[in-house]
């Protein structure tokens, strides 16, 4: 609309499409002033807005983020979408918390898109009202009964369970009621388990929500717009867990290395030829830990156990 253009272009419009043309940067993007500079409403969204990053870089658990995936959080891009930010950009929102979002500049990457970024260690701090933002955690906290997150999934099964728990939490802070399949997807606790299964199997977040009823309402009238409404934070009921779980096999990744051992091409083992580095074998060692926890005791042949154990099976493996 002409009323919403700044007031220098409504009086000369043509002046201002020559410098537009001349340097597009300079016209469309707005300064994002220091917080003391602002007043009322725009100051109240400003720290609105900090506090939604500070609460979606909290959820990486001290691990950093890049600029890109960060911009993807559901209420952040609801408030970049405001009047006051929407020419701004997202790299100077977070450069005007220095005390609060340290950002990495210096990657080879020049896309602005790939800057890493994560919380400062003392970032709570210097968070803007910081007494505020304490205050709404723990009502959000103690709000429905909220069931307790799985800190660090041991199995399968408490995968499952885990992700299902963060669904809830997710869906309680997007409003609890027709959140976008989309936006519900791009949490970032639950972008790492969906890695974490789709290492381990076929895995959709559709057909998971339909696992849990008691828990998940879908919308499906619109294919291109599902919508996903919480219906229920009680999760006791574990009996469908090991159902699903159960399609699930270890993680994937042994592929066609060469020499000692085949498996994760590349890596530097003893006596591979592959060009990894040392520190690919403990992670190649944890993957086979867990993948020989998941086929203990279970049978090659007839009966149950591994040879040698009471079974009649195949010998147990070397790892076991």
Same mark, same amino acid.
Request: charged share 30%.
């Given at each position: ?63 950093? &983020? ?5 911009? &993807?959080?559901?209420?952040? &891009? ?21 005390? *609060? ?75 609890? &009621? ?12 639950? *972008? ?35 919508? *996903? ?92």
């Amino acid at each position: 609309k002409k009323e919403d253009l700044p007031l220098e272009v409504q009086l000369d419009p043509e002046e201002a499409l020559a410098k537009l043309r001349e340097n597009p940067t300079d016209v469309v993007w707005l300064p994002s002033h220091p917080l003391e500079e602002l007043e009322g409403e725009e100051r109240e969204k400003a720290i609105e807005l900090c506090h939604a990053i500070y609460s979606a870089l909290s959820e990486c658990d001290g691990e950093e &983020t890049s600029l890109q995936q960060l911009r &993807t959080n559901w209420k952040i &891009t609801e408030l970049m979408k405001l009047p006051m930010f929407c020419r701004q950009r997202f790299i100077e929102i977070l450069r005007r918390h220095p005390e *609060v979002f340290d950002v990495d500049e210096g990657g080879d990457s020049k896309h602005v898109g790939a800057m890493r970024v994560r919380l400062r260690p003392d970032a709570q701090d210097g968070l803007p009202n910081a007494e505020e933002y304490a205050e709404a955690m723990i009502a959000y906290n103690a709000d429905h009964g909220l069931p307790e997150r799985i800190a660090e999934p041991s199995d399968v099964n408490q995968r499952v369970q885990s992700l299902r728990i963060d669904l809830i939490h997710a869906l309680h802070k997007m409003g609890g &009621t027709e959140v976008p399949l989309q936006d519900l997807g791009q949490d970032n606790k639950v *972008v790492l388990h969906k890695k974490e299964l789709i290492r381990r199997g076929d895995f959709s977040l559709l057909s998971f929500l339909k696992v849990f009823p008691d828990n998940f309402m879908l919308d499906e009238s619109e294919p291109n717009g599902l919508k *996903v409404t919480l219906i229920g934070y009680d999760v006791d009921d574990q009996s469908m867990v090991g159902n699903y779980a159960s399609k699930f096999g270890p993680p994937k990744g042994f592929g066609k290395g060469k020499g000692f051992m085949k498996g994760h091409k590349g890596w530097d083992l003893v006596g591979a030829k592959g060009g990894g580095n040392w520190a690919d074998c403990a992670a190649m060692f944890g993957a086979m830990a867990e993948w020989a926890a998941w086929w203990d005791g279970e049978a090659k042949g007839k009966g149950k156990g591994w040879k040698g154990d009471g079974g009649k099976g195949k010998l147990a493996p070397w790892w076991s």
